[in-house]
Structures are given as structure tokens and as C-alpha cells.
């Protein structure tokens, strides 16, 4: 059988290879198409089912993996956030030492203070301007870090948006599915139902056929009953001959006589 199934597969794969090479692609897809759609409804649904319910649980590995993508990523936002006070608290105290420099420079010092060090007013402004334009691009770093942490956190809101709605969906799906198991089920109560009806003719009969046991029964037990209740009243086939009127007399006057004498006797 087995042998016959995978010939006639064969037989079908190359006939559509056949109509492809002929130029007839197009009835090649249509003829595919075709067995495709025949086979797929003769797949049960409850095999459907069952397969929806393995589509649906294959859910919980990619929601996991996005429970380590979430987390990384927390992780980073959380780092790249204390990276950013740290850098915003260095940045506010060079900012107060280069104003302190910068306004003893303005005042005409000649010796200026600046980092806990002395400089000569020249050497002061030399330094002050080389601190002050790596601390703008360290400001414009920062800013940069701002964008980036803005922009991650958009993108973490997002992914937890997205699970959670992948989760929201999932458990919808099994809800649906446990729906259509429950409405295939009453389909399927359904269909036996009616293929109970279609015997109903049988089992009137047999019914009948039980009425008609049951009543022959019930006459064979009567006529039982009556033949043994005439038996008990006598054999009614030979009756006793009936006695005149004389000889009941002399009957009755021999029994008064005997019971006389044995009453004289007695005496």
C-alpha cells in the first residue's frame, strides 16, 4: 500500500514537472494548488485543533527571549542613566572651578587660583582655555548621552508595550482555542445524534418484536392458570351417576337405623 501511495506521488510530482518544462507554469501552480487544498480538508479538525494549541504554546519561547532582551536592556538604560548623573555632577564642578578662574582672570589678578594650584595670570588663561574646551565637548557629550538615553527608553517602552500585548494575545488565542474545542465537541454530540436517529426503525422493532414475546408469555401463563384451577375443582370428564329419590330415602333410613342400634347397644 505503502509502495503504491509513494509510485503515485511520483507520478504526480513529474507529471507537474512535465507541464512546467511544456512552458504551462500556470497550470502547474493551479493543479498544486489544488492538492494542497483537497489534502488540507481531509486533515480531522480535531488534528487542526490540537495544532493551533502547539502554534500557540510555541509562543512562551519567543516571549521568554524577549524577557532577556528587556532585561538587557533595562540594564543598559539603568547604566547609561548613572553614567549621565555622574558626568552631569563632574561637568557642574568643573563648571564652578572655570567661573571662579575665569572671573579672578577678569578682576585683573595677576595670581589665580584655579584646582587647588597657583598660576600666574598668563599660565592661568592658558590652562582655563584648554579646560574649557574639553569641558564643552565633554557637555556635548553628554547631551549625546541624554539623546541616547531618551531614545532607548522609547525603545524599552516599546518592547514591554509588545510583550505585553503578545501576551494579551496569547491568552486570547486560548481562549479561542478552547472555544472551537468546546463548539467541535457539541458538533460532533451533534452528528452522533443523528446517526442515532437513522437506527430509530431498528429499535422500534425490536421493541415491537419485545411486545409480542411479552404478550404470548402472559396468554401461555393464563392458559396455565386455568387448566390447573380446573384440575383442582375434580375430573370433570366422568361424571357420577345422579341417585333417585327412593334410594336416597332407604339411604338415609339405614344410616338412622344403624346409629339407633348403636345407641340400644351401648345401653
Keep these: 500500500m ?25 497550470y502547474t501552480s493551479t493543479a498544486w494548488n489544488n492538492i494542497r487544498s483537497k489534502a488540507k ?4 479538525l480535531e488534528f487542526e485543533i490540537e495544532r493551533l494549541r502547539n502554534q500557540v504554546s510555541q509562543l512562551v519561547p519567543d516571549m521568554k527571549k524577549n524577557f532577556s532582551v528587556i ?21 557642574a564642578t568643573r563648571e564652578t572651578e572655570l567661573r571662579a578662574a575665569a572671573k579672578a582672570l577678569e578682576s585683573g589678578a595677576q595670581r589665580v587660583v584655579y584646582k587647588g594650584h597657583d598660576y600666574t595670570a598668563a599660565r592661568a588663561a592658558e590652562k582655563l582655555n584648554r ?20 531614545a532607548k527608553e522609547v525603545s524599552l517602552d516599546a518592547a514591554k508595550k509588545a510583550l505585553d500585548n503578545l501576551r494579551t494575545q496569547k491568552a486570547e488565542l486560548e481562549v479561542q482555542v478552547a472555544q472551537l ?5 457539541t458538533l460532533r454530540l451533534t452528528q452522533t445524534k443523528g446517526k442515532l436517529h437513522l437506527d430509530d ?19 401461555e401463563q393464563k392458559v396455565a392458570e386455568i387448566e390447573d384451577q380446573f384440575e383442582s375443582d375434580g375430573d370433570v370428564s366422568a361424571p357420577k351417576a345422579t341417585k333417585s329419590a327412593k334410594d336416597v ?4 333410613s339405614a344410616g338412622l337405623d344403624a346409629d339407633k342400634d348403636e345407641k340400644v347397644a351401648g345401653k
Design 131 to 150: 579646560d574649557f574646551a574639553s569641558f564643552k565637548r565633554a557637555k556635548g557629550e553628554l547631551e549625546s548621552k541624554r539623546k541616547l538615553l531618551d
Design 201 to 219: 426503525s431498528k429499535l422500534s422493532q425490536a421493541k415491537a418484536t419485545l411486545s409480542e414475546i411479552r404478550n404470548r408469555l402472559n396468554v
Design 181 to 185: 474545542e468546546a463548539e467541535l465537541k
Design 41 to 44: 480538508k481531509q486533515v480531522p
Design 249 to 252: 330415602g332407604k339411604d338415609i
Design 71 to 91: 532585561a538587557e536592556e533595562t540594564v543598559a538604560v539603568e547604566n547609561l542613566r548613572q553614567d549621565i548623573d555622574t558626568a552631569q555632577a563632574a561637568l
Design 2 to 26: 505503502c509502495r503504491k501511495i509513494g509510485l503515485a506521488a511520483v507520478l504526480v510530482v513529474a507529471g507537474l514537472a512535465a507541464l512546467s518544462w511544456a512552458g504551462l507554469g500556470s
